[in-house]
């Protein structure tokens, strides 16, 4: 059998590294072995947004880089469809196998779609709700294509079905993301909080300055940011940047990794020197994996917008402030057992919940199957398929 898995964006690397992993497993006792092949379609390029996780996580260099970079949406999928549709009549693997809800998601299901070649979705049927998110469209889209739907949760059972895809397409496996979450940890677990500030911060900070705030409270919370319902609308961002400034990190240390298209904003509507001159908040470049991991198990709390982030920090227990008026990842909010609320970027909601979280005992309860064995799982059904 061959199988060709398509990733082009930071959350897709976490995914896929696992499912690399239940491969070479199987291939070590199979009679006749899956011949894998990689496609990275090079949405995120940087070495800090992608080299970093290849290397980190063990995943091999990707077969072919596209080098698709930077565009508006239309032309990331565009340009991802042109080339990918030359891969795969090369290539004319038995599966495509596309992860999340990212741009080389939506533009690898279409294109093997039209090719005939099967396709597995892995984190099938999240839903938001919300039309005017990117990742909601290319979730719809490479959903109704995909011949084999994968969930993280019983929630998107529920969604797939009552979109009409048969029963005998959906299985429930688990996430993916969490098998990469328990293999890493002890590594994480070893790193310290001072050399993460240190060694990644954006403006230089003195080691004295950094002890003297970390080492005093020994408590921070970590911020993200990056949809562009948060970033690309200056009172929007303008609002979160005063509180965060003003409000927030007067109670407790930042430490905010900027996500490239946050740091853009900021410097375009003019933010970017207010949030530069608090000292109390360190700003980071994107962090490694085992970096963002040691400080998501260390923080007091999660103030982000990210979704893999909220099934993260419900794994570990982190109090988690999500900026978003819905999510697809229900299951991780607090009515469920996980560890996130929903704010918007109502400041009101934030300082509310910020103030009466900010110190709350960790209370971890692990989602069904987020077990650590959910890409055997997923693997295990490519190879049952009929
Ligand atoms: C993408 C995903 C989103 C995911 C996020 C995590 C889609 C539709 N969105 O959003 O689901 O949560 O990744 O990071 O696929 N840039 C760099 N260096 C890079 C990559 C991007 O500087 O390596 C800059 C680009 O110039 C661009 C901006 O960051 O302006 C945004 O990148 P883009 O790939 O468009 O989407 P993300 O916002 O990262």
């Not at 959903?143 to 969930?151: A, E, F, G, I, W």
């Not at 705030?213 to 940047?241: C, E, G, M, Y």
Request: hydrophobic share 40%; glycine share 4%.
């Amino acid at each position: 059998m061959k199988i060709l898995s398509v990733v082009g964006a930071r959350p897709n690397f976490m995914k896929v590294a696992p499912f690399i992993r239940s491969i070479n497993n199987y291939n070590k006792t199979a009679f006749i072995p899956i011949n894998h092949y990689l496609v990275h379609t090079g949405q995120h390029y940087d070495d800090r947004m992608s080299k970093s996780f290849f290397d980190a996580l063990n995943i091999p260099e990707a077969d072919i880089n596209l080098g698709i970079g930077s565009g508006t949406h239309a032309e990331q999928v565009g340009r991802s469809m042109i080339e990918l549709e030359k891969v795969f009549a090369i290539q004319n693997p038995d599966w495509v196998v596309v992860f999340g809800d990212v741009n080389a998601t939506i533009a690898a299901a279409i294109t093997a779609k039209k090719l005939n070649i099967k396709i597995c979705h892995i984190e099938a049927g999240l839903r938001s709700g919300d039309m005017k998110m990117p990742e909601e469209i290319n979730r719809i889209v490479t959903d109704r294509l995909s011949d084999l739907l994968l969930t993280p949760d019983r929630f998107s059972i529920d969604n797939l079905k009552a979109e009409g895809i048969p029963n005998k397409r959906i299985h429930f496996v688990g996430n993916i993301m969490i098998d990469t979450l328990e293999l890493n940890r002890a590594q994480a677990e070893k790193l310290s909080i001072y050399d993460i500030v240190y060694h990644n911060q954006i403006i230089h900070t003195s080691n004295y300055q950094i002890r003297q705030s970390l080492s005093s409270l020994n408590q921070f919370a970590l911020v993200t940011l990056h949809r562009p319902s948060n970033v690309d609308k200056k009172d929007i961002l303008k609002s979160l940047v005063d509180f965060l400034v003003d409000e927030a990190s007067q109670k407790i240390t930042i430490i905010w990794t900027v996500h490239p298209r946050t740091q853009k904003q900021l410097r375009l509507f003019n933010l970017w020197d207010k949030v530069c001159k608090s000292d109390n908040i360190y700003l980071l470049h994107p962090l490694d994996y085992h970096s963002m991991l040691k400080l998501n198990m260390q923080a007091q709390i999660m103030l982000t917008d990210s979704g893999g982030l909220q099934e993260e920090c419900t794994v570990l227990g982190t109090p988690c402030i999500t900026m978003r008026w819905n999510t697809e990842r229900p299951v991780t909010l607090r009515e469920y057992g996980g560890a996130s609320v929903l704010v918007g970027n109502d400041i009101l909601r934030i300082r509310e919940e910020f103030n009466q979280t900010l110190y709350e005992p960790r209370n971890p309860e692990r989602p069904e199957l987020w077990d650590g064995h959910t890409a055997d799982r997923c693997l295990g059904e490519i190879i049952d398929y009929t």
